[in-house]
């Protein structure tokens, strides 16, 4: 049997490779940073996650150690059976305090935390009314509800409004959308969204997982940054980007809706809890956020830095203040080009092209971390500039 699936298989990576679209994963040889090592040779990496350069940070890697030692190294339990320790109801607890929620439940990832919510809160006389530039992970989870389930065009409320008043018959109506937008780097107009939902009575969610750490006064990410933490019901977040980079994630919401997910959210209740280094490393990633703004300030400076100078070299950029910068290219395979020819000239970034960012609008994302100097920033855009013009003598 196992033969006739084997060319169908192979069929089908051929199509993805011959259209252009096969991903090719990279072995580093080194820790996660703004200086990695790759098949024996130095890179500058401007295309991690890593917004505030806590990955690899001594003080996260003691931590992590510490907790090894005092409180082993896995659960081999689910949470409510006996994979709940101190330092994970501390971490809970934290979260709560940092982005002004009753509550936090961890999962282990965001793509778990947003797996939940859905199915646990909407049932079939429900609606949820999401931005169709909304993480994959919202949508899967949003697919494993039986919620009614309408789109607006992203970031455009004249489209959100027209879909709120489609469903005002239904019990409950949830909005739900990316804080920051991760291809783009683009912010949900959040203080719109917040009106739209108070004036047609639904519930606003928010996966905050490319600014918690690092966005807003405090680091509590796009909800404080817009002034509307107190209107916001949901967040979702990771713990795998700007909180240390390693895994697991987290739905911060009222009590109540927590609760029910303690109860009934398949991904909480069927998964090994959190291991016990990773929740000891993210609660000193925390208190490093909660002890003053100098890694987002200097992250804030370098995504300046940055997009002053590729403005200056000619390049194309989406405009914005995020940490993900977006270099354009009207062309798929130049922009697969540039990157190619970045790597050769010591810097790692990824190009980006239809399906999975829409056709003509191909780009290599760019992002800054607070790890990275003045020099690694003007090194990568004196190499943008060489690639470019390896391309034009092309």
């Known amino acids: 049997m196992y033969q006739n699936v084997k060319a169908q298989l192979v069929q089908t990576l051929e199509e993805i490779s011959s259209a252009g679209l096969l991903k090719n994963e990279r072995a580093i040889e080194s820790p996660q940073g703004p200086h990695i090592r790759f098949q024996q040779k130095e890179l500058l990496n401007f295309c991690s996650n890593n917004y505030l350069g806590l990955s690899s ?6 931590s992590s150690q510490e907790a090894l030692e005092t409180f082993g190294f896995g659960m081999s339990s689910v949470r409510f059976i006996c994979g709940t320790q101190t330092i994970h109801l501390e971490l809970e607890s934290k979260i709560s ?33 999401s931005d169709e530039l909304n993480h ?18 992203n970031r455009d409320m004249h489209d959100l409004e027209k879909q709120l008043s489609q469903c005002s018959s239904a019990r409950r109506r949830l909005i739900v959308t990316d804080g920051v937008f991760s291809m783009d780097g683009s912010y949900a107009p959040l203080q719109q969204i917040c009106d739209l939902a108070e004036r ?22 796009t909800p404080e940054l817009f002034g509307v ?9 990771t713990l795998g980007k700007a909180l240390g980079g390693a895994s697991g994630g987290y739905i911060s919401a009222h009590k109540e809706i927590v609760d029910l997910l303690r109860q009934r959210a398949r991904p909480y209740l069927f998964s090994n809890a959190l291991a016990p280094s990773i929740v ?16 987002r300030e200097g992250l804030a400076r370098n995504a300046f830095h940055f997009r002053s100078k590729m403005s200056e070299a000619g390049f194309t950029l989406l405009p914005g203040e995020h940490p993900i910068v977006p270099i ?25 092209s239809y399906p999975v960012v829409p056709l003509g609008r191909a780009r290599i994302r760019v992002q800054l971390s607070a790890a990275h100097s003045p020099k690694d920033i003007d090194l990568c855009v004196a190499a943008f500039v060489q690639a470019r013009d390896i391309l034009s003598a092309n």
Do not use: W
């Open 280 to 295: 000891s490393a993210s609660l000193t990633a925390l208190e490093l956020v909660e002890q003053g703004s100098d890694l």
């Open 328 to 352: 354009m290219f009207e062309d798929e395979h130049q922009a697969k080009q540039m990157a190619e020819i970045m790597l050769d000239l010591g810097i790692y970034v990824v190009a980006f």
């Open 200 to 221: 047609y009575d639904a519930l606003v969610m928010v996966d905050d997982s490319h600014a918690v750490g690092f966005t807003g006064k405090t680091g509590a990410g």
């Open 229 to 237: 933490s107190d209107r916001v019901d949901i967040i979702s977040g």
């Open 97 to 129: 305090k940092l982005l002004s929620r009753e509550a936090t439940i961890l999962f282990p990832s965001c793509f778990d935390a947003n797996g939940a919510i859905f199915e646990v809160l909407l049932t079939d006389a429900d609606a949820v009314i």
């Open 136 to 153: 994959a992970s919202i949508i899967d989870g949003i697919r494993l509800s039986k919620a009614v389930r309408y789109r607006y065009r």
């Open 57 to 62: 940070d001594p003080r996260l890697i003691r």
